[in-house]
């Protein structure tokens, strides 16, 4: 069975602090990995996805292969960041699996 | 666009009613599913759909069923709610291929008593 771990389940952080949120997944094959993003009283929404290489708001994600990890991480930390963060591989073309979530508290 | 809309955004059940919730979407996506979500277990797929008129069962099927005679729409319907399928629903959609993430619905609450 695919399984995604985020080992997480709270995080607190204070404002301009490095951040990584830990997601470890296991799939024998090269899924396509994201992260999702639920801010308070919001919808889930896309925050990053693997294939793009991308940056958004600050945040990055690693793809490790031999770890099987996709951590994701922003140098300084801001109010505004916390939210729940969802690790999400996908495999089966559009099946996306979730992990558990870590919440994300930014202190002041 | 509006997105992906779900109705109703809260609902009580009584333990064996039959309940349809609704799940429509304007951004023509092949692909919509079904999640929901528990305190501690994340999101749990049920039922997806990868056009009209197929569909197949995810993680957690059991006492839901689905249809997608439209593109549209994907409707989960709870055949005999039981307190178990209290929990926060999520439709979502999108394009089919790799590089696409989720539209999400902003979610039903569901509380069967």
């Known amino acids: 069975a695919q399984r995604v771990t985020q080992p997480e389940k709270l995080l607190s952080v204070f404002k301009g602090a490095p951040v990584e949120l830990k997601c470890n997944y296991s799939y024998s094959g090269s899924p396509e990995l994201f992260w999702y993003v639920q801010y308070s009283r919001q919808r889930l929404q896309l925050l990053l996805r693997?294939?793009s290489r991308e940056s958004i708001k600050g945040f990055t994600a690693d793809l490790n292969k031999g770890e099987t990890s996709f951590h994701l991480k922003k140098p300084f930390a801001q109010e505004e960041d916390s939210a729940m963060y969802y690790c999400a591989p996908l495999y089966n073309f559009n099946k996306f699996y979730f992990g558990s979530g870590t919440k994300l508290n930014v202190k002041p | 666009n509006a997105g992906v809309t779900q109705t109703p955004k809260f609902q009580v059940l009584k333990t064996g009613q039959s309940m349809t919730l609704q799940c429509a979407q304007d951004?023509?996506?092949?692909?919509m599913s079904w999640y929901r979500q528990d305190p501690g277990m994340g999101l749990r797929l049920i039922h997806y759909?990868?056009?009209?008129?197929?569909?197949d069962q995810g993680e957690v099927p059991n006492g839901y069923n689905v249809s997608r005679s439209t593109t549209e729409d994907f409707p989960l319907r709870l055949l005999s709610a039981a307190p178990s399928q209290t929990s926060v629903y999520f439709c979502?959609?999108?394009?089919?291929?790799?590089?696409?993430?989720?539209?999400f619905g902003s979610g039903t609450r569901l509380t069967v008593v």
């Open positions: 693997h294939i």
């Open positions: 951004m023509n996506h092949e692909y």
């Open positions: 759909s990868v056009g009209a008129g197929i569909t």
């Open positions: 979502a959609s999108s394009r089919t291929g790799v590089n696409y993430g989720y539209t």
